[in-house]
């Protein structure tokens, strides 16, 4: 009898073992298109604006190759995302069962106002510049930028919400709301999502400045590129201090909330005044301590609570209550170090741009090198700030653990495996696929912008339909 | 609970019910291009992922939009139905990754890949209409786990993929011409009388499997309702097939005629499919009344609905219009 009873523990083990897996690279994998693609679809808007007012053909070149990558991003984005509306009731049944009546409505008005506008007019924006006016193929592109950053709205809404639950009761262990506003615009909410915005805005900038680095390393000298190259390198040294900025703000809206996040970010063990600001370090949670600390004394305390002797609580208060120490705190690390060599970047890019009007090749070669950077980095941000949730999937409410299927780890594994082999396929293909443009744009000629199957080695055919 | 507005639940199905069909209906018409993709013809190829390339991305999201209804207003039914679906669901959504991916990557990679991606996109295509064909049947049956249930969603599996040929082909008749039109009409012909197959089939059984189902359709006097289906049944589809054999016909009159008649044959059996599960969310076990979420937040998405629905019904007729006529390449 016992042993059967620790048999199903086991599986069930690693049946929730697997299912965080899936999640997490389910998660991943998705957020990298949105990110670009929040920021990217504004961007757009920006080019196609300045091509209606100053109607300079190299505007509308830029708004053409960068709008193929949108539409290639956002395919990816849909499809993957799809795949976790379906994991919700399939592998976290719980989650539904105890916070449903918030994230059900969240999740419903994220599908309705967003995907549909996003979805119907994609396709106008894409194919419609030969069957519309350009004021609507303008309106457009406007509504597909509307329709990605409601749905960052409502996702985000819902993801803070999940860290810092507020408006809400709990009846027989359902959560029930008790005031819609509280709930969307609970305490981290505003913080969150403009990190995120933000995120997404660096993350475009330098995919557009690695992009546009690399055509012109390879000899593309048209203008198009270089409008593209200096927007993003203006675009990225003027989003990171802000960046840097929120993100402090973030840090200290966290620390009032998730204090146990917070010290697993700055690896502190015990409640210290005048923590140190730890730059590397090796948590260690059996131990309870860190090696090999190479510090900055006083300067934890004074960046959390703006007091160079102010104290922070230590993990030891959260016994079996905070997260798993080192992931959190070295994804910590790897955001912030990103958000220095990107400030570093874009600050030296723009110097040039602005006084020596032209870049030095190794700047160029290390935009090619940074392309992705904004990738990385918001990863290493999200793993912060979910993995800084664990063990709640909801904080306070629901443990994660709680919220587990019960599904037979063999098809939790297979599922798995499956996904990571189309994930792994498809970020070679997508990130292969960008170069592969870049390359072909490279030697094309400058068209007329009225011939429109530039960048399109499909054999033309002539429509009936006039 | 607030038993005044117990209306709710049933809205809401008829609500999941309605994204259903609509997603079966527009999916399955681009599921079914994807299905029919020939190896021999580049241009074919081409023409016909023209056809549908404005459209599927907001097809794809009415499955999102009845599955997260489902999620939302009925979360136990929720978890119940893809837990048991568990693997054909990971499977639908592997093909319709693939799918969605190789429409955007096949333009965009090398020339040289693709016919690969054209490859991708048909494999993808047809591993997500089968599993979701599986996924009804083992549904219909009420995931009994009897061979004779698994002989039967296999072949559900086959008539559904045979359903969104037919939805397909006949989208095809529509929006093309020439030698492609000629050539949908014959896929559109042999998908049709496999379609008839496949829908007799699941008839039977299911009233054979469910003696609730059978006093449902064969009881007096509902028995009545019956007999003038089965007429428009057999008047549509005879009409179809002599259409079919016909086109193209001068001046392409009626193109539209067999993609009308599928839009009926959709509705009509999945209004049958509702009519025998009614009120049922998952068949047997678990009723919409007893799956419900509270009424309370199923009121909060009801207003939403009632006013962004038609806002999407209204732009999504603005992108069919941009788009209509015969379909043409396409420029970005």
Known sequence: ?466 | MNTSIDWLPAVFIGLMGLSFLVYAILDGYDLGVGVLLPKDSQQHRDKMIYSIGPFWDANETWLVLAVGLMLIAFPKAHSIVLQALYLPTALMLAGLILRGVSFDFRTKAPSKDKQKWDLTFKLGSLLATLCQGYMLGRYVTAFDTSLASYMFSMLSAVCVTAGYCFVGAAWLVMKTEGSLQKRSAQWALWSNRLMVLGILAVCIANLSIDPIIAEKWLGFPQVFVLAPLILLFVFIFSTVEFYLKKVPLEDDLGCWYPFASAIIVFTVCFGGLAYSFFPYIVPNQLTIYDAASSRESLLVIFWGAVVVLPTIIGYTIFAYKVFWGKTSKLNY
């Open chain 1, 1 to 466: 009898m016992l042993a059967t009873g620790e048999l199903a523990q086991v599986a069930s083990d690693s049946g929730f073992m697997l299912s965080r897996i899936q999640f997490a690279a389910n998660i991943s994998f998705h957020i990298l298109f949105p990110t670009i693609n929040i920021a990217l679809c504004w961007i757009l808007v920006f080019f196609k604006l300045r091509y209606n007012k100053t109607g300079d053909d190299a505007w509308i070149r830029v708004y053409r190759f960068w709008v193929r990558i949108f539409a290639l991003t956002f395919a990816i984005g849909v499809v993957s995302g799809i795949t976790m509306s379906f994991q919700f009731g399939t592998n976290w049944p719980g989650y539904m069962e105890t916070v449903g009546n918030i994230a059900g409505p969240l999740l419903g008005y994220e599908v309705m106002t967003a995907f549909f506008l996003e979805a119907s007019f994609l396709a106008i924006m894409l194919f419609g510049m030969e069957r519309v006016s350009n004021r609507v193929h303008t309106f457009a592109t406007l509504l597909v930028a509307v329709g990605t950053s409601l749905s960052a709205f409502w996702i985000l809404a819902l993801d803070s919400w999940m860290q810092t639950p507020a408006g809400f009761e709990m009846i027989d262990g359902v959560a029930h709301v008790t005031s819609w506003f509280e709930v969307i615009f609970n305490p981290s909410m505003p913080y969150r999502l403009a990190h995120m915005v933000l995120a997404s805005g660096l993350t475009a900038a330098f995919l557009i400045a690695g992009i546009s680095a690399y055509r012109l390393l390879k000899g593309d000298q048209k203008r198009s590129v270089k409008y593209a190259l200096n927007f993003s390198v203006v675009l990225a040294a003027l989003l990171i201090p802000l960046q840097i900025f929120v993100g402090d703000l973030h840090g200290l809206n966290t620390f009032k909330h998730q204090p146990a996040k917070v010290a697993a970010m700055e690896g502190v063990w015990q409640t210290e005044r005048g923590a140190p600001l730890l730059l590397f370090a090796v948590p260690d949670e059996e131990a309870r301590t860190n090696h090999f600390e190479v510090k900055v004394p006083y300067l934890a305390s004074l960046i959390l609570t703006h007091d160079i002797d102010g104290e922070i609580t230590g993990l030891d208060e959260f016994k079996g209550e905070h997260p798993p120490v080192a992931p959190v705190f070295y994804s910590f690390r790897v955001m912030v170090g990103i958000g220095m060599l990107m400030l570093l970047f874009s600050w030296l890019a723009s110097y040039h741009f602005s006084f020596k009007k032209r870049y030095p090749n190794w700047l160029l070669k290390s935009a090619v090198v940074m392309t992705f950077s904004g990738w990385i980095a918001t990863l290493a941000g999200w793993y912060v700030t979910e993995i800084g949730r664990q063990p709640y999937l909801v904080t306070g409410v629901l443990n994660t653990r709680d919220a587990a299927t019960t599904i037979a780890p063999e098809n939790i594994a297979f599922s798995l495996t499956m996904y990571l082999v189309i994930y792994g396929f498809l970020l070679v293909a997508y990130i292969r696929t960008l170069f592969v443009m870049a390359n072909r744009a490279v030697h094309l000629e400058e068209h007329n912008p009225k011939v429109l199957d530039e960048q399109n080695h499909l054999p033309v055919e002539q429509g009936a339909q006039s």
